[in-house]
T-cell receptor, first 112, second 117 residues
Framework: NAGVTQTPKFRVLKTGQSMTLLCAQDMNHEYMYWYRQDPGMGLRLIHYSVGEGTTAKGEVPDGYNVSRLKKQNFLLGLESAAPSQTSVYFC???????????FGSGTRLTVV | AQKITQTQPGMFVQEKEAVTLDCTYDTSDPSYGLFWYKQPSSGEMIFLIYQGSYDQQNATEGRYSLNFQKARKSANLVISASQLGDSAMYFCALEGNYGGSQGNLIFGKGTKLSVKP
């Protein structure tokens, strides 16, 4: 099983450019999440989804949009990248609340 | 509001010794869960152990155990017989409640554990 797959693994963007990060899971999980990890800050929730067609804002949603058109995919979009969005992005999924997350391997994004 | 605190930015332990990583939390939800994750230098997040607020016994998984003290709102991770491969960042996480919808983990800022040979 692949688990949770994130693409791309690395990316460098110029300020103002846009991009989409893809998260795909093959475990039929209902819940999916996008976090960002910054030095000394732990992981902070950007957006999440409790099922196909649903999305909701987390702790730090500004500057990001998400879509969950298919149950297995959760897309994170940056419409106009800013240097403050330089971070490592993690996608995670779980079947139900109280279950442990399965994390992807992360995407390291640098905005210059 | 939910909050999770890890007060030890870094710790050292001698190989084969036990170590305790501290975690305190705050929540008004009577039913909640606490998780510990390990992040090695390679970057992946590895689930270690889970404790439910209504669990009668402290959780254990191999060399990992969770010292859960509900009244003190603490959920410390104990690693017995430390190994060099235990060197990593460790994150404590609390089941959160954003916008009335449960299912989100709130992470602490982490503790960097270094195991010395």
């Amino acid at each position: 099983n692949a688990g949770v797959t994130q693409t791309p693994k690395f990316r460098v963007l110029k300020t103002g450019q846009s991009m989409t990060l893809l998260c795909a899971q093959d475990m039929n999980h209902e819940y999916m999440y996008w976090y960002r990890q910054d030095p000394g800050m732990g992981l902070r929730l950007i957006h999440y989804s409790v099922g196909e067609g649903t999305t909701a804002k987390g702790e730090v949603p500004d500057g990001y949009n998400v879509s969950r058109l298919k149950k297995q995919n959760f897309l994170l979009g940056l419409e106009s990248a800013a240097p403050s969005q330089t971070s490592v992005y993690f996608c995670a999924s779980r079947p139900l609340p109280r279950d442990g997350y399965t994390f992807g391997s992360g995407t390291r994004l640098t905005v210059v | 509001a939910q909050k999770i605190t890890q007060t030890q930015p870094g710790m050292f332990v001698q190989e084969k010794e036990a170590v305790t990583l501290d975690c305190t939390y705050d929540t008004s939800d009577p039913s909640y869960g606490l998780f510990w994750y390990k992040q090695p230098s390679s970057g992946e997040m590895i689930f270690l152990i889970y404790q439910g607020s209504y669990d009668q016994q402290n959780a254990t998984e191999g060399r990992y155990s969770l010292n859960f003290q509900k009244a003190r709102k603490s959920a410390n991770l104990v690693i017995s017989a430390s190994q060099l491969g235990d060197s990593a960042m460790y994150f404590c996480a609390l089941e959160g409640n954003y916008g009335g919808s449960q299912g989100n983990l709130i992470f602490g800022k982490g503790t960097k554990l270094s195991v010395k040979p």
